[in-house]
């Protein structure tokens, strides 16, 4: 079954730190996609990043990054010089096996970043 | 291009009354799903709909409904409400819900249940 897990539950960090949340899943698939997504306090997942399984290159999106490693089932995502405007809850999710419309999730990391 | 639209974004209901959420898609996007979130059980898929028909169904009670109008705007209902149905509760649109497809939420509504 697909199953995505974020080990990390909170982080606090000072600004200007770096900072990288962890994202191990599980999926039959030999062809699939991740996703990574962002909750600040107002409730709305805003999308942040979309990847897909054949292409394991570093992606990197200003001061965010990506690292997705298929052998370890991972995909990683870093922070550079973490600001305030950054704390959130972060979500890594796969999508159900399908096509039917359903994203599974972690259970997220909240992430603190302090003045 | 406009975004998902919930409404209403907070309501305040009782037990054992019911109550209904709406969810306008992106304009375009023809798939709609729907997710329910608590501090204790996380995001949970509750089901989709794609041209006004119910393709998946997560792990809820019968007391949880949807339906799609064929302008793909999309209602979701719960009936004789539970204390443990307080939660915030998302929609998310996307083209086709294939699994190449981006997902995009709405600002959620929140449920609290008196």
């Known amino acids: 079954a697909q199953k995505v897990t974020q080990a990390q539950t909170e982080i606090s960090v000072v600004e200007k730190e770096d900072v990288t949340l962890d994202c191990v899943y599980e999926t039959r698939d030999t062809t699939y996609y991740l996703f990574w997504y962002k909750q600040p306090p107002s409730g709305e997942l805003v999308f942040l990043i979309r990847r897909n399984s054949f292409d394991e290159q570093n992606e990197i999106s200003g001061r965010y990054s990506w690292n997705f490693q298929k052998s370890t089932s991972s995909f990683n995502f870093t922070i550079t010089a973490s600001q305030v405007v950054d704390s959130a809850v972060y979500f890594c999710?796969?999508?159900?096996?399908?096509?039917?419309?359903?994203?599974?999730f972690g259970q997220g990391t909240t992430l603190q970043v302090k003045p | 291009k406009a975004g998902v639209t919930q409404t209403p974004r907070y309501l305040i209901k009782t037990r054992g009354q019911q109550v209904t959420l709406s969810c306008s898609p992106i304009s375009g996007h023809r798939s709609v799903s729907w997710y329910q979130q608590t501090p204790g059980q996380g995001l949970q898929f509750l089901f989709e709909?794609?041209?006004?028909?119910?393709?998946n169904k997560g792990n809820f009670p019968g007391r949880f409904s949807g339906r799609q109008f064929s302008n793909s705007r999309s209602e979701m209902n719960v009936s004789t409400l539970e204390l443990g149905d307080s939660a915030l509760y998302l929609c998310a649109s996307s083209l086709r819900g294939t699994l190449t497809d981006t997902q995009y939420f709405g600002p959620g509504t929140r449920l609290t249940v008196l």
């Open positions: 709909y794609f041209s006004e028909t119910q393709r």
């Open positions: 999710a796969l999508p159900g096996s399908g096509n039917t419309g359903k994203l599974i």
